[in-house]
Nanobody, 127 residues
Framework: QVHLAESGGDSVQAGGSLRLSCVASGFSFNRRCMAWFRQAPGKEREGVARIYTAAGGGTFAADSVKGRFTISRDNAKNTISLQMNNLKPEDTAMYYC???????????????????WGQGVQVTVSS
């Protein structure tokens, strides 16, 4: 049974940092492109960052978070992480971990390319 479990969501002040983690089980984690998405109230779910299959492999970050957020993975622990620094109120959203296919499409992660999803964690940034 596929399972993605996020953790690390919290409420912080602007300028603060958080680290989200996602532990995966039930599928071949090290063969999957992995990504983080977020969804703010009233908005569509958007791709934040993605990482290729190999640990230390190529990554992508959306322009809105580039230079502030870093995605990483540990294939030995079936885990991906999202280090979020210099958080802004506009980063407030539910954050979701997602598992895609064996190929990471170029550009921002697209919701349709990801098969498995976690339940999400809330990140709230106050000004």
């Amino acid at each position: 049974q596929v399972h993605l479990a996020e953790s690390g969501g919290d409420s912080v002040q602007a300028g603060g940092s958080l680290r989200l983690s996602c532990v995966a089980s039930g599928f071949s984690f090290n063969r999957r492109c992995m990504a983080w998405f977020r969804q703010a109230p009233g908005k569509e779910r958007e791709g934040v960052a993605r990482i290729y299959t190999a640990a230390g492999g190529g990554t992508f970050a959306a322009d809105s978070v580039k230079g502030r957020f870093t995605i990483s993975r540990d294939n030995a622990k079936n885990t991906i992480s999202l280090q979020m620094n210099n958080l802004k109120p506009e980063d407030t959203a539910m954050y979701y971990c997602a598992a895609g296919g064996t190929y990471c499409a170029s550009g921002p992660p697209r919701r349709a390319d990801y098969d498995y999803w976690g339940q999400g964690v809330q990140v709230t940034v106050s000004s």
